[in-house]
């Protein structure tokens, strides 16, 4: 009689721990489902970030590129407060795309307007201090800032970079 009563004992509990399993699996069941679409969404969101980074690299052949190099300026900056004055030296280069539809005409038209380019790189950089300009992040800021300019000046996205080529702060 003990080994029944012990055997019906575990069945209770056998039926118990499956009715808590199948009330668990409605609990977390839809949770679960929300969690998953969330990681494919953020995963798909992910590689097509990754997708394009890859894709706007390697799409560009360097050969392509003409350089229009600009004449040393120098430009005063913003005031720190202190008494004392800060310029920035710099060499500006500019790289045309060859492929571009508009080449000619932008190359044509970036070589006839030095002062607009010197005008516009004056106004960007004169916007910072000379604690700002020693910044790397900064600099590439600057650079950003005056290419979406000249973009924006010439029309064009001919103009598919440019560059330093000296940045002496003092």
């Known amino acids: 009689m003990k080994k ?7 069945l209770a509990i056998c039926i118990i721990n499956l009715v808590f399993n199948i009330i668990l699996m409605f609990v977390f ?8 679409k969330l990681i494919t969404d953020i ?6 970030e990754i997708a394009s980074q890859t894709a706007g690299d390697s799409s560009f052949d360097v050969s392509n590129l003409s350089a229009v190099q600009l004449e ?3 430009i005063n900056l913003a005031s720190d407060g202190s ?3 800060h310029y920035v030296q710099y060499e500006l280069t500019i790289n045309l795309d ?4 508009d080449y000619s005409k932008v190359s044509a038209n970036i070589a006839a307007s030095n002062s607009i380019i010197y005008d516009t790189t004056r106004n960007i950089v004169a916007q910072y ?3 700002q300009v020693k910044d790397v992040e900064v600099q590439r800021k600057i650079k950003e800032d005056i290419l979406i300019s000249l973009k924006e000046t010439f ?3 001919c103009i598919y970079s440019i560059s330093f080529n000296s940045w002496v702060a003092q």
């Open 4 to 10: 029944n009563l012990i055997t019906v004992i575990i």
């Open 29 to 36: 069941l839809p949770s679960a489902t929300k969690t998953n």
């Open 43 to 48: 995963a798909a969101v992910l590689d097509l």
């Open 72 to 74: 040393s300026d120098t």
């Open 83 to 85: 008494e004392t004055s």
């Open 98 to 101: 060859k492929t571009a539809s």
């Open 129 to 131: 201090t000379y604690e």
């Open 155 to 157: 029309n064009t996205e």
